[in-house]
């Protein structure tokens, strides 16, 4: 079983809707990321979180500690923010590095 | 945008050859990231390094080795390579480790096919 899954794998929406992407992890974290990749293959970080909320423009991050969960909200969505994105964690007392989800990718259609 | 550079962005060669994959850094950063990413696995660490000459194994380090004789360059060699190591492979950066967590910083990957 994955240490980090995503749900959904793909997301297709319209223009202006919420957007919702889902991380649950079963290991001990000390920090979770978010990325985003686009299709010429560049990743960027978007979040790094290891409690409560962060919100950056269109984009807000939550982290549940106990439950293990977080999500990725994207307010007013647009076709620019197609993307992979990807959710990855830095395990607790672990190997450096980050185990990364396999991504939600998201088509914003106009 | 962080200073990462890879070399080469895109590689044919044949089984069996040596290749070595460089990644460059002007961001003076101690910690240095290798990962392959392949459809259905997502993103894997190889190897990482803490500092010059200081490596150490991933999740998937089997047929790579890594060097770090300076802090701008990390080098990822396959010795022989093998058709099941075409993949992309990117670079990180960060700036720290331990409960200081910092965010990692990618480059724009090498795309790497063994024939």
């Known amino acids: 079983k994955n240490e980090v899954e995503q749900s959904p794998q793909n997301l297709t929406a319209q223009e202006g809707e919420f957007i919702t992407i889902n991380c649950s992890y079963s290991v001990g974290i000390s920090a979770l990321h978010w990325l985003q990749q686009h299709p010429g293959g560049g990743i960027v970080s978007l979040f790094m979180?290891?409690?409560g909320k962060k919100k950056h423009g269109r984009l807000i991050a939550t982290i549940n500690i106990q439950e293990k969960h977080s999500s990725l909200h994207i307010t007013a969505s647009h076709p620019r923010d197609s993307a992979v994105y990807i959710c990855a964690v830095r395990k607790r007392g672990g190997a450096d590095g980050l185990t990364f989800g396999k991504g939600t990718h998201l088509i914003i259609q106009p | 945008d962080a200073g990462i550079t890879q070399s080469p962005r895109h590689k044919v060669t044949e089984t069996g050859t040596p290749v070595t994959l460089r990644c460059h850094q002007t961001?003076?950063?101690?910690?240095m990231y290798w990962y392959r990413q392949d459809p259905g696995h997502g993103l894997r660490l190889i190897h990482y390094?803490?500092?010059?000459?200081?490596?150490d194994k991933g999740e998937v380090s089997d047929g790579y080795s890594v060097s770090r004789s300076k802090t701008e360059d990390f080098l990822l060699t396959l010795e022989s390579a093998t058709s099941s190591q075409t993949s992309v492979y990117f670079c990180?950066?960060?700036?720290?480790?331990?409960?200081?967590?910092?965010?990692?910083?990618f480059g724009d990957g090498t795309r790497l096919s063994i024939l």
């Open positions: 990180a950066i960060s700036a720290s480790l331990g409960d200081s967590n910092q965010p990692q910083h």
């Open positions: 979180l290891s409690s």
């Open positions: 390094s803490y500092g010059v000459k200081d490596t």
């Open positions: 961001e003076n950063h101690r910690y």
